[in-house]
């Protein structure tokens, strides 16, 4: 018995770090961030309560409304074209094809570097005077213009194309996971049948690998409510607020405007988008789940 | 006849797909090459297309040695090891810490294991920036803000979620007999796992040691906000030399300075092969 109770006490010994961490460093840090997001702090925490002024003051503020709907266009273009260009890279990558291996390291390797240095590469091939625009005027196109990079209507974009290249080699890997189990009976079926192999991609193989589709939104969503690396290596934010993101006005208004209380109401407007993003998909899994059992 | 011909025009079109798409994702990366073996006279008159003239190294040795970010001018080199000396500690503690806890959830069951799991899950969710600020102040408090042990132990918090669901789902997948008969022979919590769990756990060490190494590598926002001026990791010294230089730009320098940022997670990519995309099917199992 004694042995026993020994034994217990090992088990708890070992879960005291990860409470620790779990309790201190995420749970009550979260708490904080609220209670410092309803108080008037500037640079230190003052805890005068005003409730949700600092959420009012943010909702309002230009730069904020800049920055959401930024995200919302970079979000919604960059979720979408990842899952299609995945879905079709995956599709081709799933015809019995010669230098598989090959095309799969080319297609994933951008998602092993980082942010930092995927902005950078790219802010380099953009350069309206040294990259791609000035390489095609080179080759005697005079009028040739693709300068996106640096129009403030157009940068946007830009952001969206570097983040495909970083991401979309992801979204194939996991969905042509996803088609490896498919059943090779399946194919001999609508083979049988003379169906035409796009049908049957999209109207029978898309549903039975949608879990694997709703996992990659998934963790494409949460990226881009992250979104900050990136923009910082690649524009800055700019021209102008071009390119701002929420993630980047929350690290200014803590470190650079020192505007603490605007800056975490910011970082818990963050928490309930993906709050948003993620209940719906929680509900919809148990709820489809729920269905193949029936 | 006509089916077969219908074949040919349905591979080549495949092929053609693999192949513009090839192109598209190695392209930035032929340029950086190209362009890091230029000199700036050359960058200015040539595409960026173009082969170098007359290939020289003489930009990669600027990056490592003696790049500029403001008045220093240490090169890239100071960033890499600290780089080293942030990513060992943090992913052998992270990933020690997540083995012997996913472990202790899936075996052992201790009360809260549904709680700390669950909170786990969430926090894999959350924007890193609903943490940052409180835990600057915590980590000040104790005199670990911007210090190489206060960036260590940011990245083996922020590392728990995905190494806990890791290790916690590997060991949900042993037989459970095999851990029932080692207690029936008394064995008590850590002789099971040096003996008998830790042996079972090289396939699972190896995605977490991946997983982990090229996310610590390539993170920027911690490094920036905890590391300190004295241990800035790579990341960051390669943004402040890329993005913080006044007047006509060393792009040839900046190029090399990217890939040699870029080198290791690639090469942890190139060496690893499908144990790579494992790990990424697994840190995707948490969606």
Redesign the interface.
């Known amino acids: 018995m004694a042995k026993f109770s020994g034994t217990r006490a090992h088990v708890y010994l070992a879960m005291l770090p990860v409470w620790i961490i779990v309790l201190v460093a995420l749970v009550s840090s979260t708490v904080w961030t609220f209670v410092i997001s309803l108080t008037n702090s500037k640079l230190l925490p003052v805890y005068k309560f005003n409730f949700f002024h600092q959420y009012e003051l943010l909702l309002k503020q230009p730069a904020w409304q800049v920055a959401v709907s930024n995200l919302i266009v970079f979000g919604v273009l960059f979720i979408a074209i990842c899952l299609v260009f995945g879905f079709v890279m995956a599709i081709m990558m799933d015809q019995r094809i010669r230098g598989e291996a090959f095309f799969r390291t080319v297609f994933l390797y951008p998602y092993a570097m980082s942010f930092v240095v995927t902005g950078l590469v790219w802010q380099w091939v953009l350069n309206p005077g040294f990259g791609i625009q000035a390489a095609v005027r080179g080759l005697g196109f005079e009028n040739f213009t693709f300068d996106w990079i640096v129009q403030p209507d157009r940068a946007i974009y830009i952001l969206v194309l570097a983040a495909v290249w970083q991401g979309s080699g992801l979204v194939m890997a996991i969905l042509l996971a996803g088609l490896r189990g498919v059943d090779e009976d399946l194919w001999k079926a609508t083979r049988i049948d003379g169906i035409a192999k796009w049908r049957v991609y999209t109207s029978i193989v898309l549903p039975i690998i949608a879990p694997m589709a709703a996992t990659a939104t998934v963790l494409l969503a949460v990226s881009v409510v992250k979104a900050y690396d990136l923009v910082v290596a690649l524009t800055g934010g700019g021209p102008g607020n071009a390119t701002e993101v929420p993630a980047k006005f929350v690290m200014e208004n803590l470190f650079a405007r020192q505007n603490v209380a605007l800056a975490n109401a910011g970082a818990i407007m963050m928490l309930v988008a993906v709050i948003a993003i993620l209940v719906p998909m929680y509900y919809a899994r148990r709820y489809m789940a729920q269905k193949a059992e029936v | 006849m006509r089916m077969s011909s219908e074949k040919t025009l349905a ?1 080549t079109g ?2 053609a ?2 192949v513009i ?2 192109a ?6 032929y ?2 090459v190209v ?1 890091s073996l230029k000199t700036m006279d050359e ?2 008159v040539t ?3 173009a082969l170098p003239d007359t290939p020289t190294l003489q930009a990669w040795v600027t990056a490592w040695q003696s790049a500029c970010t403001g008045l220093n001018c240490n090169g890239l080199s100071v960033g890499f090891f600290n780089s080293v000396m942030i990513m060992v500690p943090a992913t052998v503690f992270s990933i020690l ?1 997540g083995a ?2 996913g472990y ?1 959830l899936s075996f ?1 069951r ?1 009360k ?1 294991t549904g709680l ?1 799991f669950g ?2 899950l969430v ?1 894999a ?11 600057v ?2 980590l000040s408090q104790v005199g670990l803000y911007n210090s190489l042990a206060g960036i260590v132990a940011i990245h ?2 922020f590392g ?1 979620p995905i190494m ?1 669901l890791l290790f916690r789902n590997y060991y949900a997948g042993l037989p459970r007999d095999l851990f029932s008969a080692a207690r029936v022979d ?1 064995g ?3 002789v099971i796992f040096i003996r008998l769990i830790l042996p079972l756990s090289p396939p699972i060490l190896i995605v977490a040691v991946i997983l982990q190494s ?1 996310h610590i ?5 911690f490094g920036l ?1 905890f590391a300190g001026s004295d241990n800035q990791p790579m ?1 960051v010294l ?2 402040n030399i ?2 913080s230089t006044q007047g006509e730009k060393a ?1 040839n320098v ?2 090399a300075a ?1 890939i040699l ?2 080198a290791v ?2 090469i ?3 060496a690893s ?1 499908r144990w ?2 494992r790990g ?2 697994a840190g ?1 199992v948490k ?1």
């Not at chain 2, 969710?125 to 835990?135: A, E, G, S």
């Not at chain 2, 590598?217 to 926002?221: A, E, G, S, V």
């Open positions: 591979r495949v092929y797909f693999l798409s090839a598209f994702f190695l392209m930035p990366f340029v950086m362009t960058i200015r595409s960026i297309f810490l012997v806890t202790a052992w201790p809260g700390i909170i786990l926090a969710f959350i924007p890193y920036q609903v943490f940052i600020y409180p835990l102040r915590m083996v918090i728990m806990v008394g008590g919590f850590w090229t590598w390539n993170d920027f926002l906000v990341t390669l943004n890329v993005n792009y900046n190029m990217t940022t870029a997670p690639l942890i990519y190139l092969g790579f995309v990424i099917a995707a969606g």
